[in-house]
């Protein structure tokens, strides 16, 4: 086998950067464990169903990025990576789910939110309400990652004067939030995730009179994996941000639909 990933990735080596990692973890872990409860009786609604569906993404999450830092402690690199993956969508789709049911909310077409809410909770292709496609809660997650690096550009200007340091001579600049974005960590995990060359014949191959440079390649990119597995944890502060609003909701959803109740 293969000993890359086997070391500490850059962020692992960078206090602050750790940090602020265990943050994300632990306010990811209070939304998973949140109660649901409401300051009005909610019967005849979906609003208990809603609320559940929106903590099950920060349980699904949670789950995910205690299983990532098991299979890195134990050295399975490429296992961690597919769940990297797989959470990145998770946060997608939660995002894109809670942000749904705020502008369905402020809309105030009940029977519009409710087969919004059915779409998510339990559409088929096989029904006349559709699921939710993945690739929708992707583009809706690229535009508000990118809006999130741009806001902390503009705040603080690091990354811009960091990337002009580090740009090669010549080479065409390239924005923040491109540089940055979360969905590059998604397509590099996606390269690793099916069972292709690269994930299965360059990843496990016999290394026994394997060529130096080829292993070394090889190793790298393990390396380079383990830290993009661990920035798959990192993103799970917009799920966290993005649930944020579930603490109005119940009463925005009773303004809206409920005011004879």
Same mark, same amino acid.
């Given at each position: 086998m293969l000993e890359g990933g086997q070391g500490?990735?850059?962020?692992?080596?960078?206090?602050l950067a750790m940090e602020r990692l265990s943050g994300?973890?632990?306010?990811?872990?209070s939304w998973? %464990? =949140?109660?649901? /409860?409401?300051?009005?009786?909610?019967?005849?609604?979906?609003?208990?169903?809603i609320l559940e569906l929106a903590y099950g993404y920060a349980k699904r999450c949670d789950d995910f990025t205690r299983s990532i830092e098991s299979l890195i402690a134990s050295g399975h690199i490429v296992p961690a990576t597919i769940?990297?993956?797989?959470?990145?969508? =998770?946060?997608?789709?939660?995002?894109?789910?809670? /942000?749904?049911m705020d502008r369905l909310t402020a809309h105030g077409k009940l029977?519009?939110?409710?087969?919004?809410? %059915?779409?998510?909770?339990?559409?088929?292709?096989?029904?006349?309400? $559709?699921?939710?496609h993945v690739n929708d809660a992707l583009r809706h997650f690229e535009e508000v990652d990118a809006k999130y690096v741009r806001y902390l550009d503009? $705040?603080?200007?690091?990354?811009?004067?960091?990337? $002009?340091?580090?740009?090669? +001579?010549?080479?065409?600049?390239?924005? +923040?939030?491109? =540089?940055?974005?979360?969905?590059k960590n998604y397509d590099f995990l996606s390269e690793i995730s099916h069972p292709n060359g690269l994930g299965v014949q360059f990843i496990y191959p016999y290394v026994d009179d394997m060529d130096g440079k080829i292993k070394a390649t090889a190793n790298a990119l393990l390396d380079r994996y383990r830290f993009q597995a661990l920035m798959a944890i990192f993103q799970c502060h917009h799920l966290n941000s993005a649930l944020e609003t579930t603490t109005t909701l119940p009463?925005?959803?009773r303004e809206a639909f409920m005011k004879d109740r």
């Open positions: 500490p990735a850059t962020i692992e080596t960078l206090p994300i973890k632990a306010e990811l872990n998973a %464990t =949140t109660e649901i /409860s409401f300051e009005f009786n909610p019967k005849g609604t979906h609003l208990f169903s769940v990297g993956r797989a959470l990145i969508e =998770t946060i997608a789709m939660g995002s894109f789910f809670i /942000s749904e029977e519009n939110l409710e087969k919004r809410f %059915t779409s998510f909770w339990g559409g088929s292709k096989q029904a006349a309400i $559709k699921p939710v503009e $705040k603080y200007g690091v990354f811009t004067v960091l990337f $002009k340091a580090l740009r090669k +001579p010549g080479a065409e600049p390239e924005l +923040p939030e491109q =540089t940055l974005s979360a969905m009463g925005r959803y």
